[in-house]
């Protein structure tokens, strides 16, 4: 299985990014996507998730800014980034949870995607 993150770059403060995430290989199920991120010299942390039944959780340094979506027909999973700041510059992940078989399921990275906001 294999995760691959793209839509980075660099992006004027105020302006929008959509990344994207497709999964693919030996999959059963796409379960839980989620998109994290870590900037240089911080802690990686969580950005949102969105279960395979829809549920969404965003982290409050986000919301109302960040829209998660997911296209299963595609194994794919989106992070709409709007009204950007230069704190929100980082290399995005989009760790998910995927079912390989019925009776195993795992956590698999991509390997990221650079977001760079300039002030």
């Known amino acids: 299985v294999q995760l691959v993150e793209t839509g980075g770059g660099l992006v004027q403060a105020g302006g929008s990014l959509t990344l994207s995430c497709v999964a693919s290989?030996?999959?059963?199920?796409?379960?839980?996507m989620r998109w994290y991120r870590q900037a240089p010299g911080r802690q990686r942390e969580v950005v949102a998730g969105l279960t395979l039944g829809g549920t969404v959780h965003y982290t409050d340094f986000v919301k109302g800014r960040f829209t998660i979506s997911r296209d299963d027909a595609k194994n794919t999973v989106y992070l709409q980034m709007n009204s950007l700041t230069p704190e929100d510059t980082a290399v995005y992940y989009c760790?998910?949870?995927?079912?390989?078989?019925?009776?195993?399921?795992?956590?698999?990275w991509g390997q990221g995607t650079q977001v760079t906001v300039s002030s």
């Open positions: 760790p998910s949870s995927i079912h390989v078989s019925p009776n195993y399921e795992y956590d698999y």
């Open positions: 290989g030996n999959i059963y199920r796409v379960n839980t």
